[in-house]
């Protein structure tokens, strides 16, 4: 199986700062990663798909890079609904790994 | 608008049995791959099942090959997981989720997600 890590596993940070996640698959996936955001008690949500591609209505402040085995996910300038964990998944081979998570939070 | 609501979680023993259920509305569901994805308590998320379009084809994480199968109905728009030889370990919150057509295996809608709690 694809092992995903992420880094950092939490981040502090105040609104308006930018944020970069980063996202390691064990081998290449080209560019099948999605990124979610999940709010506590909440179901995720898709932000990015195929590393870079914004989902619809998905604001434009969030960003995604990368191929092969690094990616990162962007935020330019954070917001207070921002405030979350953020999961990376392959989705390039079964089973569809997800990353362990990153929790932004309030500096 | 489109609409998953899970049902069919609940408390069950060791060794026990559940079935759970997606309904979906508001899409065509023969249209779409649907998948099972699954939160221990306090912990991240983890990919369980996968079924194609008109169920012919099916995957599972090693964990659950053999305890659990998935299936659909395209007439009653639903979607089921039966759950078999429960362990403690798939006690979890269960999501079903629609898988986006085109551009890979991602997941654009997610229901609220059903809690399965097994104790010894």
């Known amino acids: 199986d694809i092992q995903m890590t992420q880094s950092p596993s939490s981040v502090s940070a105040s609104v308006g700062d930018r944020v970069t996640i980063t996202c390691r698959a064990s081998?290449?996936?080209?560019?099948?990663l999605a990124w979610y955001q999940q709010k506590p008690g909440k179901a995720p949500n898709l932000l990015i798909y195929?590393?870079?591609s914004l989902q619809s209505g998905v604001p434009s402040r969030f960003s995604g890079s990368g191929s092969g085995t690094d990616f990162t996910l962007t935020i330019s300038s954070l917001q207070p609904e921002d405030f979350a964990t953020y999961y990376c998944?392959?989705?390039?081979?079964?089973?569809?790994?997800f990353g362990p998570g990153t929790k932004v939070d309030i500096k | 608008e489109v609409l998953l609501v899970e049902s069919g979680g609940g408390l069950v023993q060791t060794g026990g049995s559940l079935r759970l259920s997606c309904a979906a509305s508001?899409?065509?569901?023969?249209?779409?791959?649907m998948t099972w994805v699954r939160q221990a308590p306090g912990k991240g998320l983890e990919w369980v099942a996968h079924?194609?379009?008109?169920?012919?084809?099916?995957y599972y994480v090693d964990s659950v090959k053999g305890r659990f199968t998935l299936s659909r109905d395209n007439v009653k728009y639903s979607l089921y997981l039966q759950m078999n030889t429960l362990r403690a370990e798939d006690t979890a919150v269960y999501y079903c989720a629609r898988v986006t057509r085109g551009n890979g295996y991602n997941l654009d809608y997610w229901g609220q997600g059903t809690l399965v709690s097994v104790s010894s």
């Open positions: 081998q290449g996936i080209s560019n099948w």
């Open positions: 079924i194609k379009k008109d169920g012919s084809e099916k």
């Open positions: 508001g899409f065509t569901f023969r249209d779409y791959w």
């Open positions: 195929t590393a870079s």
């Open positions: 998944q392959q989705t390039n081979f079964f089973p569809f790994t």
